[in-house]
């Protein structure tokens, strides 16, 4: 699999091509229900944990890579499928072979809600809703060489993916054994927001993603470096949502740029645009106009890092 990631002149406008997602942030309602349900169906493991008052804070990944923390909120409402917050935390894996150990895993445990699979030319991608409906992807990319473009967006499809065959063509007993100890990590976020216009205005004028599919039906897709996207905004089911309520779900998405260089341009765009934002040094902390708060930090983050947020 390709992974290059093009290297040009800096722009101070936008986010730089090295750009990548990191740990998402859930509040969930059933702490230990949640942990076992990632563990079991996505495998993921117990990193670390925190108590901060009366919330338990779980950070869980693969190997050494935080993927997800959950923060214990049991006292907050449902996810409201209508308000702005996720669409769904999409997990990136390797290759096939790990994908598909993945997706059987998901698909057995009964837990899972199987909402459908797609071919998007440039990944090929499974879809589930965990116990407290939020939403997953387990995905695999193309070699970015075969990604196609055309009139300035990158060409990406909705064409059929039947799970069986995919799991007969790719499942070994091998990577099932593996579990955890196969890489994985955030790809990308997909977020529902309540107006396109609005949420382009921030993710890609302020925080500097940049646009990669234009024209989709109530969605933009963007990202940095030419990736097919590193976050994507939809109003499918959230058209007109005003800011969130305090509910499970959400709690953070979290972006990682290269070095602090990057914050310095980012907190100019930010102010430039009379956004409120906290700057710790490490990393630069911003509402959406949402409410969603979105956390981009320079590398390294530790599952010590996360736990502070």
Sequence with gaps: MSTTIPQGPTDERVLAP??????????????????SYYAGAIALEPLEERARGHQVHRVLGRGTTPMLRLVHTPGLPAVDPRQAGLFHTAFLF?????????????????????????????????????????????????????WLHRDG???????????????????????LDAGPALAGRVGHVHLQVGDIAVAEAFYLDALGFEATVRGYPGALFASAGGYHHHVAMNTWNS????????????????????GREDLDALTARLRARG???????????????????????????????????
């Excluded at 090295?18 to 942990?35: I, N, R």
């Design 239 to 258: 058209r007109g949502a005003g800011p969130r309520a305090s509910t499970l779900g959400l709690g953070d998405v979290a972006v990682t740029v290269p």
């Design 18 to 35: 090295a750009t990548s997602m990191d740990a998402v942030t859930l509040h969930v309602g059933d702490l230990e229900g949640m942990t």
């Design 94 to 146: 390797d290759d096939a072979t790990s994908l598909s150990a993945t997706v059987y895993r998901a698909a057995q445990d009964p837990r899972s809600r199987f909402v459908g699979s797609s071919d998007h030319l440039v990944s090929e991608a499974f879809y589930f809703t965990d116990p407290e409906g939020n939403g997953i992807e387990l995905y695999t990319d193309r070699d970015r060489d075969l």
């Design 153 to 175: 967006n990158l060409v990406m499809g909705v064409e059929h993916l039947d799970p069986n065959a995919y799991l007969r063509a790719h499942l070994t007993q091998e990577a």
């Design 275 to 309: 956004l409120p934002f906290a700057d710790d040094g490490r990393s630069v902390t911003v509402r959406d106009p949402w409410e969603t708060r979105v956390t981009v930090s320079v590398p390294g983050t530790t599952t010590e890092d996360l736990l502070t947020r």
